[in-house]
């Protein structure tokens, strides 16, 4: 079997069908309350790939999907960066293992990947309850993620093994597009670049209410004056996060009562404080992320050859996925006929 590192087809093929799968997923509502409620399509090439080249190359694949999902797909900045530490430490701990029991035969594709589902879903929810919510109430999620790993699981093992048999990898990305061009060296961004993440990191060394809420107040007033609203959106589709907030620290923080409510004057600080650390974190994090060179910063990497290949197509996804399920749909019940990202990779080949 050729190894990734040698084909950058099989690498920028690989990346077309996960980054696709995954900007995809994301445009989808989340349900409220249960923002982590998704299937993970994307993992049903990470698996695979992970089973046929190993460790290593599976972290490149999923790095490179959520660069590509944070500039192309709008993902949010605390979504990119809590993906991927939860994802980078999941295959860390069990790419080896899954692996070598799935070329034993001691595991078969729902096993392993209820494994990983429920590994990534469970880092994904200690990371959030650490790093965003602060308050271990957060943790009452664990069961309904339990039981939806086990769903989401399943049927990511379903499509792995029905789209990416171990001899496939070749012949699939062939069809792949051409490497494209060299884009051109970003100009000078890195003093920029070390404002806005001292922006984003400071505020959680700040436990004043007044100074975090000065910087959240500075992050929207920069979004307004850079006509940058959709920014703001960020704010209003991170609810869910702003909810838990409320509950946790308004009515479960004790001190000197406010009214009757049960609300301490300690809760509020403390739900403003979380409060405006999330907010800043959100928007200047997406500055941040605006003006990282992903193109060029990363020109040796073997990766961003493939996210080169990548990226230029990405427009044409929808529409192309759209016709390739149509016509896997009309000749599912032809055995001989190309599978869906056959036909996927086909189409974006074309142009």
Known sequence: MPSPETNDKIRAGAL?????????ESLVPRIPLFPWLRLGLSWAVILPFLSAFG?????GLFLSRNILSVA????PPTTFLISSLSGTIALLLLGAPLRWALARGWLGWIGAGILQATTFNLLQLFLVTWLLVGHGGYLFQMGPILAWSVVSGAVVAWMAARWFPPETWEPLTRNCPDMAPDAPLAPAWRFTAAWWLIVCLVPAFIDRTLPVL???????LFAVFR???RDLSLLVQAWPFFFFLGWFHLLDTPGHLIGVTGVTREGVNSFLVHAGRLGVFLLAGRNL??????????AGSSWARATSIALPVLPRLFQASTAA??????????PSSPSFPQRLLSRLAEG
């Open 16 to 24: 077309l069908l996960a980054s696709g799968l995954q900007i995809a």
């Open 214 to 220: 000065a910087i959240l107040a500075g992050c929207v």
């Open 227 to 229: 006509r940058r609203l």
């Open 289 to 298: 992320f605006r003006i990282l060179p992903w193109g060029s910063f990363l």
């Open 72 to 75: 192309f797909g709008g993902q």
């Open 325 to 334: 399920a149509r016509e896997s749909w009309v000749s599912r019940r032809d």
């Open 55 to 59: 460790t290593l190359p599976a972290i």
